[in-house]
């Protein structure tokens, strides 16, 4: 079955700590894309890529970083220098890069602060 | 002023009602609309898509888009306790790159 899958599905983080999430897709999709959900604010966006080896910064991107070094692959991390990392994380992609392309999204990893 | 602003609800209504989900937004350069289902920690998925102005009818559900108002609305009908939801209203605007701006979502309950 095509699709993205998202790992783990939930995590937790100390103080100090950088955490890796992890994005996977089989679709043979260009663009991939983190979302960050939090209560009441909808989804925003953290980084975008629309091919390998290279990505852009969305409008959250401060405390976060992303590598794009295979086209089914698209993690990110959340340094220590995101001071609320509390949130749900989605990862989404889509065919093209045109903005008439639909996003499809995965089953999403809930970060926890310990 | 926020790009789109969806009331969050919560909404509840009885079985077998009429929904009716509305977002607004400023940008009168979206042409994109897009509804996505989201069940209760899941990720969202894609209800409808629609291109610029009109109606787009796909069962249960309906989208209209009327860009002249800068307003979009899904219609359910016939709702079930399986369309209990949040709902997230989304829009894009042509040129450069992918960039979906949301709604807060509408969290939805359809009471059997």
């Known amino acids: 079955d095509g699709g993205i899958t998202q790992s783990p599905k939930y995590l937790f983080r100390k103080e100090g700590q950088n955490v890796t999430l992890s994005c996977e897709q089989n679709?043979?999709?260009?663009?991939m894309y983190w979302y960050r959900q939090d209560p009441g604010q909808g989804l925003r966006l953290i980084y975008y890529?629309?091919?390998?080896?290279?990505?852009q910064k969305g409008d959250i991107a401060e405390g976060y970083s992303v590598s794009r070094e295979k086209k089914e692959s698209f993690p990110l991390t959340v340094t220590s220098a995101q001071k609320n990392p509390t949130a749900f994380y989605l990862c989404?992609?889509?065919?093209?890069?045109?903005?008439?392309?639909?996003?499809?999204f995965g089953p999403g990893t809930r970060l926890l602060v310990l | 002023q926020k790009e789109v602003e969806q009331d969050p609800g919560p909404l509840s209504v009885p079985e077998g009602a009429i929904v009716s989900l509305n977002c607004t937004y400023s940008n009168s350069a979206f042409q994109y609309f897009m509804w996505y289902r989201q069940y209760s920690r899941k990720g969202p998925e894609l209800l409808m898509y629609t291109y610029s102005s009109g109606n787009k009818e796909d069962g249960r559900f309906t989208a209209q888009v009327d860009k002249s108002s800068k307003y979009i609305s899904l219609f359910i009908r016939d709702s079930q306790p399986s369309d209990s939801a949040t709902y997230l209203c989304?829009?894009?605007?042509?040129?450069?790159?992918?960039?979906?701006?949301f709604g807060q979502g509408t969290r939805l309950t359809i009471n059997p």
């Open positions: 989404a992609s889509s065919m093209g890069t045109s903005t008439r392309e639909t996003q499809y």
């Open positions: 679709l043979n999709h260009d663009a």
């Open positions: 890529s629309q091919i390998v080896n290279d990505f």
């Open positions: 989304a829009m894009s605007a042509p040129g450069g790159a992918q960039k979906l701006v």
